[in-house]
């Protein structure tokens, strides 16, 4: 299973942002898929999970501000991040639970990280 992240770069503070992270690749279901983000010398932090059902957790710091949605049918997940600050800078990692079978264990995968930059 590989995941793929997009969408990041470089944003004026109050600006907007989308991410997206398609999986793919020996998937037969994923069940939560979630957002991370790692800022330099800090410890990699959960941003936002969402289920296969489509609810979803946030971190309070992005709060109101960020929101995760995902398209099972692309096995896709997605991170609009609006009003965003320069301490929402970092690189952002999708992360998914993902079966290989029909009733099977669910392994849990990484994808590349993309960076984000919020500055004027």
């Known amino acids: 299973v590989q995941l793929q992240a997009s969408g990041g770069g470089l944003v004026q503070p109050g600006g907007s942002m989308r991410l997206s992270c398609v999986a793919f690749?020996?998937?037969?279901?994923?069940?939560?898929m979630r957002w991370y983000r790692q800022a330099p010398e800090k410890l990699r932090d959960l941003v936002a999970t969402?289920?296969?059902?489509?609810?979803?957790n946030y971190a309070d710091s992005v709060k109101g501000r960020f929101t995760i949605s995902r398209d099972n049918a692309k096995n896709t997940v997605y991170l609009q991040m609006n009003s965003l600050a320069p301490e929402d800078t970092a690189v952002y990692y999708c992360?998914?639970?993902?079966?290989?079978?029909?009733?099977?264990?669910?392994?849990?995968?990484w994808g590349q990280g993309t960076q984000v930059t919020v500055s004027s």
């Open positions: 969402v289920t296969s059902g489509g609810v979803t």
């Open positions: 992360n998914a639970d993902v079966a290989h079978v029909s009733g099977g264990m669910l392994y849990n995968y």
């Open positions: 690749g020996g998937i037969f279901s994923i069940d939560r």
